[in-house]
């Protein structure tokens, strides 16, 4: 398995933007298929975004399309989430995630980032 932590959350005002990061080691990053999700109190986790092992394909949750944007840099074993105009909505511990190649699932998990945005 892979290890992962996430850095990057805190207090924000709506309209604002944040960058969060996900530090992963153990395992050959680059090999991992990756992922955020949220969970809002008294909410399920949600998928937010996703990307392949290279980069060459994301995917996002319609709420955040157009405003959120996944990447990786496989070099320094880290993904990133770049937040840009923020809603409260938006308010929810996100997480980092890791899939192998040969899995179906996502099977590993951060701790999770506190996220906050005011009205």
């Known amino acids: 398995q892979v290890q992962l932590v996430e850095f990057g959350g805190g207090l924000v005002q709506a309209g604002g933007s944040l960058r969060l990061s996900c530090a992963a080691s153990?395992?050959?990053?680059?090999?991992?298929?990756m992922g955020w999700f949220r969970q809002a109190p008294g909410k399920e986790r949600e998928f937010v975004a996703a990307i392949t092992w290279s980069g060459g394909r994301k995917a996002y949750a319609d709420s955040v399309k157009g405003r959120f944007t996944i990447s990786r840099d496989n070099a320094k074993n880290t993904l990133f989430l770049q937040m840009n105009s923020l809603k409260p909505e938006d308010t929810a511990v996100y997480y980092c995630?890791?899939?192998?190649?040969?899995?179906?699932?996502?099977?590993?998990w951060g701790q999770g980032t506190q996220v906050t945005v005011s009205s």
């Open positions: 995630a890791a899939q192998e190649t040969s899995a179906a699932s996502f099977g590993s």
């Open positions: 153990g395992r050959t990053f680059s090999s991992y298929a």
